[in-house]
């Protein structure tokens, strides 16, 4: 697996899921954590092999704020 691809495909939606968890959370803090554990996540199941990266990192950061 090419992680680098990986993190490139990733880092391509940073912008979009810290200003979901912010607005998830309202707490810049909190937040962090959130959009944290959704890279971890992400980094687990090679998100990047589906084809609808931003969706499934937003369900995913939707799950970490609850």
Do not use: K
């Not at 495909?9 to 937040?31: E, K, P, Q, Y």
């Amino acid at each position: 697996m090419d992680h680098s691809l990986d993190l490139e495909i990733l880092h391509r939606h940073a912008g979009f899921i810290r200003a979901l968890c912010r607005s998830l959370v309202r707490d810049d803090a909190t937040a962090d954590d959130v959009a944290q554990n959704t890279w971890l996540a992400a980094l687990h199941s090679g998100v990047t092999q589906r084809s609808s990266p931003r969706g499934w990192l937003a369900a995913v950061a939707q799950s970490a704020a609850r």
